[in-house]
């Protein structure tokens, strides 16, 4: 029997999901991460921005997401001309609008649950169609839906992340003794996501504080024990991908030991699930942290421990990466021979391509990341022209929606020309970072371009470098 007092929070009466067996058919030959690729292709060629991976694709093709919200259609309705959301095997948006058990008697409001009350409203900071691609499916928790209707830009990021929080706050307040289910482990998800995207673009400084309140509720949800063992798994790989997602904020602001105990939390609610695909991952980002914090031996030991526990997993494009955390140590402890072997691995192992077994984390993991990356340890090593040339081509690569990413490959890029006796061309790099520092706030880069700005210092009367000196000592410093 149904509660007579039915409330928002309350999720509806759960039903086995039907698979959409024609949007798999649709995909035909490709997998999902490359079925993603081109949903995200589509989006931009028609002017919308829908975050599209792998675990997207997955959760239509499981029938999870019965209807797409109003973005996803217009990119789906681009790719499949002709059709309607019921060609491609979508409930039609009227069975499944609003996600409230309803009371006899009372109608639907006026609006789609995650709609604006105007959808022309020009005043929406951070973009209505951006609203939707956060939003995939109507049938989330209404936790998602106070947390993410507003935001903004580089400045608004951070609010976004605060409004975030308290919502996540509340919610564990007001239910401290009911067990966590679907929608608090959809919010833990999301929040991971939201932190993903907000990072891609605006980088770690001004988020990781406010981060930090979405982690302890989720790490409260855990306290509190779901009652199925599939929501708890669930529950606790959110947590741990969360407590990542936090440490990496922690780690590219330079919050180098925050960032270590977050990793580190990560590591023990792997351990304790037996979840290896969390494990590979915490050991991955401690392995980059190591590299930053100046402990090589221990990024190679991390790498190596991350590739262990990742190899039964599958995923050619993860062992990849992994490769490069390790030549990344290699780097630091200036063997050259041990660098290049793992570089060589890496890039074959990236050759064998995509596959489902990739993890959803890993969607900025392109060429352009396996550019960047080489670059930094061909830095490491000195060889300067080397680094040059990979960062060089890892910034043409980057798809534009990374922005915290090119002014990263290009910050590289004008620090590796300013230190092989091309300070001219490093200043053009550098105004180019110093372009996208409005809507990127990161101190790694940041403190990149200082390191550069030091090494172009005597030759302040080279093309354009006292233009970029000038600029650059005018930048506000952070904290």
Not at 102 to 130: I, L
Not at 291 to 306: L, T
Not at 410 to 436: N, Q
């Amino acid at each position: 029997m149904t509660s007579s007092k039915v409330t928002s929070s309350q999720p509806m009466p759960t039903r086995p999901p039907r698979p959409n067996l024609v949007f798999r058919e649709l995909r035909g030959q490709r997998s999902p991460a490359e079925f993603a690729a081109a949903v995200r292709r589509a989006a931009r060629e028609i002017g919308e921005r829908v975050s599209c991976d792998a675990r997207y694709v997955g959760r239509v093709e499981a029938g999870e997401i019965r209807c797409p919200n109003y973005a996803y259609e217009r990119v789906f309705l681009h790719m499949f001309p002709g059709r309607a959301l019921t060609d491609l095997g979508f409930a039609p948006r009227a069975s499944v609008r609003g996600r409230r058990a309803q009371v006899p008697g009372e109608a639907h409001g006026g609006h789609e649950p995650y709609e604006t009350q105007d959808p022309q409203n020009t005043h929406d900071p951070f973009g209505h169609h951006e609203i939707h691609a956060l939003h995939e499916t109507y049938e989330e928790s209404d936790v998602l839906r106070r947390a993410f209707m507003t935001g903004g830009g580089a400045t608004m990021a951070a609010a976004s992340m605060g409004q975030m929080g308290l919502a996540f706050d509340a919610a564990a307040a007001d239910r401290p003794a009911r067990r966590p289910g679907t929608s608090d482990v959809c919010a833990v998800e999301e929040a991971v996501r939201r932190i993903r995207l907000l990072d891609d673009r605006h980088g770690a400084d001004g988020l990781y504080r406010r981060a930090s309140t979405p982690l302890r509720a989720a790490y409260a949800l855990l306290d509190a024990g779901a009652t199925r063992q599939a929501t708890a798994d669930r529950l606790h790989s959110g947590a741990g991908e969360l407590a990542i997602s936090v440490g990496w904020l922690a780690h590219d602001s330079g919050r180098f030991d925050d960032a270590r105990s977050h990793y580190a939390e990560a590591l023990a609610t792997a351990r304790m699930t037996g979840d290896d695909g969390l494990e590979a991952h915490a050991f991955c980002n401690t392995a980059f942290l190591a590299r930053d914090a100046g402990r090589p031996r221990e990024a190679v030991r991390a790498a190596q421990a991350a590739q262990r526990v990742g190899r039964p997993l599958g995923s050619a494009r993860l062992m990849s990466l992994l490769a490069l955390r390790e030549a990344g140590g290699w780097a630091g402890l200036a063997d050259r021979t041990g660098c290049e072997q793992a570089l060589v691995r890496a890039q074959t192992l990236y050759e064998r391509g995509r596959s489902d077994a990739d993890p959803e984390w890993m969607s900025f993991y392109g060429e352009a990341e396996l550019e960047g990356l080489e670059a930094q340890c061909w830095s490491t090593l000195g060889d300067w022209t080397r680094a040059a040339r990979h960062a060089r081509r890892a910034a043409q690569l980057q798809d534009p929606h990374f922005t915290r990413n090119i002014a990263l490959y290009t910050a590289e890029l004008a620090d590796d020309l300013a230190r092989g006796g091309r300070p001219d061309e490093a200043a053009a790099a550098g105004m180019r970072v110093l372009d996208l520092l409005d809507q990127v706030q990161s101190s790694r880069i940041q403190t990149m371009l200082a390191g550069t700005a030091r090494v172009l210092l005597p030759h302040r009367r080279a093309s354009g470098v006292s233009g970029f000196l000038e600029r650059h000592s005018s930048l506000p410093r952070t904290a």
